[in-house]
């Protein structure tokens, strides 16, 4: 069975302290990794697509790199607006899209 | 290019009653995939559609149905309701297979 397990669950940094969320899975057959932001009571919104262990995408402050068991989105400098919670998703060769849990982040100014 | 739109809203129904959800995907989009999401939860799948079949379901009962017309729009009905199915539904589309799925802003159902 696919797992998608992202750490830490809750993330507190002062602005302008870069970090990274972590997302780790197991998976029959990767077929995309993604990121995605999502504010409270709204719909995720898309951020990243990652095919193949190696790809990095970058967006303002959000980096994503893929390995072979994880992905990690690096935040440099962030800002109050940032703040959100973070969700990972990797769909398999059966175009199963699932979700981790998600890593709620909080910039404080 | 518009979203992915979810109707209504909010929705408030009373336990035993029956809900119906819509979603209209991105134009050109095929696949519609619903989720549930709890209050303070993750994303729990609940069904995928493609080309007007259902391809898949989540771990749920089978009063969580739906189907999706021949425009690619969707909905999820919501049988027997029981106050645990209060929660945030999600719909996403995806144009092709493998590729990044666009939500809509989901449907607040509130089960009282």
């Known amino acids: 069975e696919d797992q998608v397990t992202q750490s830490p669950e809750a993330l507190r940094l002062q602005e302008g302290e870069s970090s990274s969320l972590n997302c780790s899975y197991t998976v029959s057959g990767l077929r995309g990794l993604f990121w995605y932001r999502q504010d409270p009571g709204k719909g995720p919104e898309f951020l990243f697509t990652?095919?193949?262990a190696g790809e990095e995408k970058e967006k303002e402050r959000l980096k994503a790199t893929l390995t072979k068991k994880e992905s990690f989105l690096h935040i440099t400098a962030p800002k109050p607006e940032d703040s959100a919670t973070y969700l990972c998703?990797?769909?398999?060769?059966?175009?199963?899209?699932?979700f981790g849990g998600g890593t709620r982040l909080m910039v404080k100014p | 290019e518009a979203g992915v739109t979810q109707s209504p809203t909010h929705l408030i129904k009373t336990r035993g009653q029956q809900a119906t959800l819509r979603c209209s995907p991105i134009s050109g989009h095929t696949s519609v995939y619903w989720y549930q999401q709890a209050l303070g939860l993750g994303l729990q799948f609940l069904l995928w559609?493609?080309?007007?079949?259902?391809?898949n379901r989540g771990n749920f009962p089978p009063r969580f149905s739906g189907r999706q017309f021949p425009n690619y729009s969707s909905e999820l009905n919501v049988n027997a309701l029981e106050l645990e199915d209060s929660a945030l539904y999600l719909c996403?589309?995806?144009?092709?297979?493998?590729?990044?799925?666009?939500f809509g802003q989901g449907t607040r159902l509130t089960v009282v």
């Open positions: 996403a589309s995806m144009r092709q297979l493998n590729t990044e799925a666009f």
């Open positions: 998703a990797l769909n398999n060769a059966g175009n199963m899209l699932t």
């Open positions: 990652l095919y193949s």
């Open positions: 559609y493609d080309e007007g079949e259902e391809r």
